[in-house]
């Protein structure tokens, strides 16, 4: 794993190194879009809608809308706000773990001790540990101040960021209001049922078998050689703006026009030394 943010835990007045690390992953299969007809590649560029330009990432900036008017900010402008320059997760309180709402959870992750010795560290998770609560956090992350919930795990410090109480919405639909009359003999029955469905939960028993049957018509295509050459799905000419291309193609195409050039001025196309005198001429220098 690799940390993606470096920072401390605030304990009162015990301050705790940490790497923070993404606790959970992907395990789709990637897929991306192809025109049905020839397989070719489709791409969403970063296309401005004023000159037409593809832009650079380096070059992006990020804008509010209100009405008829649209502020832009800067990367350095959000950069310098007093949030996002933050690296200390601030433990706010402690509150029983029963009283988080699942809705809440949003992202998981890892902490590890940034620090020679992990007595900080130790000590936060034990008390966490024996107090059987969840340390209520405040910290930026992504250009985001966020709201958390520290917890211990598998003997790791586990952050995991809450929802803001205003980004939950609250269920409105007009048949909750409807009165409904159950009788106890279905209530009855209806316990029974759940009792016959009733285990301990082990998340290993649960597999994606969608992912599972789509690996296998995948490597079924690949065995049976029903695929298309991978360079022609990214067509014949070069797009400005920075199109992903194959490199060996323009390195090929490169050295053909520079064949023509050459030829074109001296009346004799300029030779390419063959592989095996380049490796030669290589290793002699």
């Not at 923070?20 to 299969?29: C, F, G, N, P, W």
């Amino acid at each position: 794993m690799r940390a993606i943010w470096k920072g401390s835990v605030a304990f009162g007045l015990v301050n705790v190194p940490v790497k923070l690390y993404s606790a959970t992953e992907d395990h789709d299969i990637p897929l991306h879009q192809v025109h049905d007809k020839d397989g070719g590649r489709i791409r969403y560029q970063r296309k401005c809608e004023a000159c037409g330009r593809i832009i650079d990432y380096e070059h992006i900036d990020k804008a509010y809308v209100e009405d008829d008017a649209t502020v832009v900010l800067s990367s350095k402008e959000l950069a310098g706000l007093p949030a996002e320059r933050s690296r200390e997760i601030e433990i706010v309180e402690f509150v029983p773990s029963a009283q988080l709402d699942p809705i809440m959870l949003d992202r998981s992750y890892y902490l590890e001790p940034d620090s020679t010795s992990p007595k900080a560290y130790v000590l936060l998770r034990r008390t966490l540990e024996s107090t059987e609560l969840t340390a209520i956090v405040r910290f930026a992350l992504r250009q985001k101040t966020r709201l958390g919930a520290l917890r211990v795990r598998d003997k790791a410090l586990m952050l995991q960021s809450l929802l803001w109480d205003d980004e939950i919405r609250t269920p409105e639909f007009p048949a909750l209001s409807t009165r409904v009359n159950l009788s106890s003999k279905e209530l009855e029955m209806s316990s029974a049922l759940v009792s016959s469905f009733a285990s301990d939960f082990e998340p290993s028993q649960y597999t994606d078998e969608y992912q599972l049957q789509l690996r296998k018509l995948i490597d079924e295509r690949l065995k049976t050689g029903t695929t298309v050459d991978t360079a022609a799905t990214f067509g014949e000419e070069e797009q400005q703006g920075g199109d992903v291309i194959d490199l060996m193609d323009a390195l090929r195409r490169s050295i053909e026009k520079n064949k023509t050039t050459k030829g074109r001025g001296k009346g004799t196309a300029a030779k390419v030394p063959a592989r095996s005198s380049r490796k030669k001429a290589q290793k002699g220098a």
